[in-house]
């Protein structure tokens, strides 16, 4: 799960974070813009109207397979009566929602799918819901700026020392004789010695555990573990030098 981040929409702070690709957003702290004081009231509010559980039903049909319908039928018959409440609590509990999610702790309350967090932002108020997607639209686009500035960074520093690390390669280990296939293996058994030792497996056993991913396994290093594997490459263009000056 990603580290919470937060926006401010007409002076509320509302806190986001993303849980696996999937933005959520913070209902209670949407709910503030209405009563500061009495958020989980107005969260209760919401979720009484029959409107609101023919739609958050419909979200968990879609993106939810172990989503309990016969629950959501039970709450769908009895919303909109002046008996019936409901709890985000409730709703999770009785029907395995995935869609609003129960937080603890110093960040905690309750959040939703941006989905639905926009739906409740649109029955709050048209003006605040707005302002809402304007400022989740900016943070996005702020992630991506940055996002893309480390996946070049990150290419820049994975070629540093790979032509040096080859070039060593070539010329310190690859006897003149064989074929290029063999020259292919020399260098592929080179870079998981590496790998290895980075990343606890060669690149192979990588793309065996990751067949859906595009790319090899240095593509989904981070900046730290670029920089120490380019450090390695120079070292061991050293050791090559060394060994070959020794004999």
């Known amino acids: 799960m990603a580290k919470n981040k937060k926006i401010t929409v007409q002076g509320i702070d509302v806190v986001v974070y993303e849980n696996d690709k999937d933005d959520f957003m913070s209902l209670t702290d949407i709910a503030r813009h209405r009563d500061n004081e009495r958020s989980d009231y107005i969260l209760q509010n919401w979720m009484r109207n029959r409107s609101t559980i023919e739609f958050i039903g419909l979200w968990e049909k879609f993106n939810n397979p172990n989503f309990n319908s016969i629950e959501f039928d039970g709450i769908k018959n009895m919303a909109g009566s002046n008996s019936f ?3 985000p ?10 869609g609003i999610v ?8 309750t959040f939703a799918h941006k989905d639905i967090a926009f739906e409740f932002a649109t029955w709050l108020s048209a003006e605040f819901k707005f302002y809402l997607i ?5 943070l996005k686009e702020e992630e991506s700026s940055i996002k893309k500035l480390e996946w070049n960074l990150q290419r820049t520093i994975s070629k540093i020392n790979y032509k040096i690390h080859t070039d060593a390669i070539k010329e310190k280990l ?3 004789t064989i074929s290029n296939k063999q020259k292919n293996f020399i260098y592929a058994d080179e870079a998981d010695i590496l790998n290895v030792a980075m990343f606890g ?3 192979k056993e990588w793309r065996d555990e990751n067949p859906d991913e595009k790319g090899n396994i240095r593509d989904i290093a981070s900046i730290e573990q670029l920089v120490v594997l380019s450090n390695l490459e120079s070292i061991k263009c050293d050791a090559y030098t060394t060994r070959n000056k020794s004999k």
């Open 85 to 87: 409440s409901l709890t």
């Open 174 to 176: 690859i006897p003149l």
């Open 201 to 203: 497996k060669t690149a």
């Open 134 to 138: 304007k400022e989740f639209q900016r």
């Open 102 to 109: 129960s937080k603890t702790g110093r960040y905690g309350g």
């Open 89 to 98: 609590k409730r709703w999770i509990e009785a029907t395995n929602a995935i």
